[in-house]
């Protein structure tokens, strides 16, 4: 199920994430597409980016991929999880892919209600 509470907290954590690993001059971009049947609600930003080897391990509790900066970088390592636990609720399809040339693109995608 669908709901405007589950929506506004994965996009909260998406950007929440992208805020904590950005440069502050760079920018942070939102957008709804739809492609055929679903909807694609994503989070890009300029960052340094995730290892591919990492991208699955973010939607861990308590997972950090830096943990020598983990106290640089506000945060607990449950944002990500939160929105995976939300997204899997709502039947939605949560990851995270590359935004050429630098930084992550986080994705929640879900399915048209017929």
Do not use: C
Request: proline letters at 4%.
């Amino acid at each position: 199920m669908l709901t405007k509470k589950a929506v506004r907290q994965v996009l909260i954590a998406f950007i929440e994430n992208a805020g904590k690993y950005s440069p502050v001059e760079k920018n942070i971009v939102v957008k709804l597409k739809t492609s055929g049947d679903t909807l694609d609600l994503s989070v890009a930003d300029e960052g340094q980016g995730i290892p591919n080897e990492e991208k699955e391990k973010i939607f861990e509790r308590f997972y950090r991929i830096d943990k020598s900066r983990s106290s640089e970088i506000p945060g607990t390592g449950l944002g990500l999880s939160i929105a995976k636990q939300y997204a899997e609720m709502m039947g939605a399809w949560i990851f995270v892919s590359d935004n050429v040339p630098t930084g992550s693109i986080f994705h929640l995608v879900f399915h048209k209600e017929s």
